[in-house]
């Protein structure tokens, strides 16, 4: 038997997995215990194991591995060297490659991209356009959503919000209950933490730092040593 997965190498000899009918590829390895959806398809060498699910348009191809109890559903596509494992839910039309990892109670959704090698875990949510990429870590409680842009070895953690338009990278961090929305950059070794703001076009870089209630918004630009 034989199916297309329409990855350009034309029909590969497949089957449909057990539970739940989805095909999967003979060169993938599909747990019996985990579940492919009638829709969804597994294929190339990837890894689907333990209670995972795959399910409703997903995809999983290449060297990439669901694991544990995650999920990976409607039209999201985990490929590559990607891991999705633990609890971890990936949905809407996200797309998770590279060596990317996302783990623990992490949710990815909607027209997200995470690629390179960044990870998302505890109970982070990381949604609507949003791109992680790089090295970046985000966890504890974080969110980053709209059209943010986290790269580098940036590391987002704790109640932190990165949304809008905001743009955070190099060595940056943004904690506790900090905000970085609108159009503002955070980058270089900056920090962000406490319940700080910084929104608008504003700058935070070098080795500043931002913290308790401060608020950094309009075209403000702050750098240097002694923060504020």
Same mark, same amino acid.
């Given at each position: 038997m034989k199916f297309n997965f329409n990855d350009g190498k034309g029909p590969v000899p497949a089957h449909k997995h057990a539970n739940g009918g989805g095909w999967v590829s003979n060169t993938a390895s599909v747990a019996d215990s985990a579940y492919v959806g009638s829709n969804a398809s597994v294929f190339g060498d990837a890894t689907v194991s333990e209670n995972a699910k795959v399910f409703e348009d997903a995809k999983v191809y290449g060297e990439a591995t669901v694991c544990g109890n995650a999920q990976i559903s409607e039209n999201a596509i985990v490929f590559s060297k990607?891991?999705?494992?633990? $609890? %971890? =839910?990936? +949905?809407? !039309?996200?797309?998770?490659?590279? #060596?990317? $990892?996302?783990?623990?109670? %992490?949710?990815?959704?909607?027209?997200?991209?995470?690629?390179?090698?960044?990870?998302?875990?505890?109970? *982070?949510?990381? !949604?609507?356009?949003?791109?992680?990429?790089?090295?970046? $870590?985000?966890?504890?409680? *974080?969110?980053? !959503?709209? #059209? %943010? =842009?986290? !790269?580098?070895?940036? $590391?987002? +953690?704790?109640?932190?919000?990165?949304?809008?338009?905001?743009?955070? +990278?190099?060595?940056?961090?943004?904690?506790?209950? %900090?905000?970085?929305?609108?159009?503002a950059w955070v980058y270089g070794y900056a920090k962000v933490f406490g319940d700080a703001a910084v929104y608008g076009n504003a700058r935070v870089f070098g080795d500043a730092t931002v913290s308790e209630n401060t608020t950094v918004y309009g075209n403000a630009k702050i750098s240097g040593e002694n923060g504020c």
């Open positions: 990607a891991v999705v494992e633990g $609890k %971890a =839910r990936v +949905f809407g !039309s996200s797309l998770i490659f590279g #060596d990317a $990892k996302v783990y623990g109670n %992490a949710t990815v959704s909607g027209l997200v991209l995470v690629f390179g090698s960044p990870q998302i875990f505890e109970n *982070a949510v990381v !949604s609507e356009h949003a791109e992680v990429y790089g090295y970046a $870590k985000i966890y504890g409680e *974080a969110l980053v !959503s709209g #059209d %943010a =842009r986290v !790269s580098g070895n940036v $590391k987002v +953690f704790a109640n932190a919000n990165v949304s809008e338009n905001a743009t955070v +990278f190099g060595n940056a961090t943004v904690s506790e209950n %900090a905000a970085v929305y609108g159009y």
